[in-house]
């Protein structure tokens, strides 16, 4: 895995954390991948685009929490 380039970042997301990682992993994602594509298709940033969705039925039922 590569190293990051940034510093490491604290924000507060709640339980829904843990279903996102579900279906970043559904997708071979990473979560700070599809936040670092958000936030440059919010800033419109040129180029930058939505990150494609999984169907909801390839992450949901696990568990909440670890």
């Known amino acids: ?3 990051p380039h940034t510093p490491p970042r604290q924000i507060r997301i709640g339980d829904d954390w843990y279903a996102f990682d ?3 992993k559904a997708q071979n994602a990473e979560r700070a991948e599809l936040v670092r594509a958000f936030i440059s298709w919010y800033l419109r940033t040129p180029g930058a685009k939505l990150p494609a969705r999984p169907e ?3 992450w949901e039922g696990g568990e ?3």
């Open 22 to 24: 579900r279906a970043a």
């Open 1 to 3: 895995m590569p190293k």
């Open 56 to 58: 909801r039925a390839a």
């Open 64 to 66: 909440q929490a670890p």
